[in-house]
């Protein structure tokens, strides 16, 4: 109970404290707004190049939409303590670093999910998508799932934090990946076959193929095996990110740079 109580209550208190928006109209314009106009550009853009349908589009980047606020929140986790000097206080903590960071993750992970709720239901009324109501609870796990999976690879590259300076370039250019490379946007055929093979391993990918399946009204039991993959990959990078916080903490007390910038 007390590690429970450490990863909500303590993930909720860094959300405030570390996940920089200044007015609540920044937060609309950037997470909800923006992300919006991203969808119809590429579903109109399809229509026009008659690559994929309505469907495509609008389920695909409703999943990829999370990957905004749960990148750069879990890299806000770990670069934004260090940027305020309160890195060593956490690390100097008794308790479960695995925890506090994994908690950090979480509430990233629900704004995420959030923003694609949103995107997927603003953007199913404008373009006229009707998905079938039983579809809809296995929708919101698999953004859910990509979600988590998100907030764990945002973590993982906040971790390269504790040895980069500019953890930012990182991640802005990590996110541009997984527009290109998740197959969101552009059919998994229509990639070089190098670029499928990255984006198995990167999240988003299988979510978005496990939301297009359900969308589409075959059931959960023809997505579940996506679903299994993406959730797969977000365990992948919750393992990866304690490991390079753990290596990357032990070298950077060794070089006296833990709070350097």
């Known amino acids: 109970m007390k590690t429970l109580r450490l990863m909500t209550v303590g993930g909720a208190i860094a959300y405030r404290a570390l996940f920089n928006w200044?007015?609540?109209?920044?937060?609309?314009?950037?997470?909800?707004?923006?992300?919006?106009?991203?969808?119809?550009?590429?579903?109109?853009?399809?229509?026009?190049?008659?690559?994929?349908?309505?469907?495509?589009?609008?389920?695909?980047?409703?999943?990829?939409?999370?990957?905004?606020?749960?990148?750069?929140?879990?890299?806000?986790?770990?670069?934004?303590?260090?940027r305020f000097g309160t890195l060593g206080h956490v690390l100097l903590s008794p308790r479960s670093r695995t925890a506090i960071f994994w908690g950090r993750v979480i509430p990233y992970a629900g704004n995420g999910l959030l923003i694609a709720v949103v995107t997927l239901a603003v953007g199913a009324l404008l373009l006229g998508l009707r998905i079938p109501l039983g579809a809809l609870p296995g929708l919101f796990l698999a953004m859910a799932a990509g979600s988590l999976a998100c907030g764990f690879f945002g973590?993982?590259?906040?971790?390269?934090?504790?040895?980069f300076r500019d953890v930012w370039v990182v991640s802005n250019v990590s996110v541009a990946l997984l527009l290109l490379l998740t197959g969101v946007n552009v059919p998994a055929a229509n990639l070089p076959g190098w670029m499928v093979t990255v984006g198995h391993f990167l999240p988003i990918t299988h979510a978005a193929e496990a939301a297009r399946r359900l969308a589409a009204g075959d059931g959960m039991a023809a997505a579940a095996p996506a679903l299994g993959q993406e959730l797969l990959v977000g365990a992948g990078y919750a393992v990866a990110a304690v490991a390079l916080l753990k290596i990357f903490e032990v070298e950077s007390r060794r070089r006296a740079s833990l709070d350097a910038l």
């Open 22 to 82: 200044t007015t609540p109209g920044m937060f609309v314009g950037t997470l909800l707004v923006g992300p919006l106009f991203q969808l119809l550009f590429f579903a109109y853009l399809g229509r026009q190049l008659q690559v994929a349908d309505d469907r495509f589009y609008i389920v695909g980047n409703a999943v990829l939409t999370a990957s905004l606020a749960c990148v750069f929140g879990g890299t806000m986790a770990v670069a934004n303590e260090r």
């Open 155 to 163: 973590l993982t590259l906040g971790a390269l934090g504790l040895r």
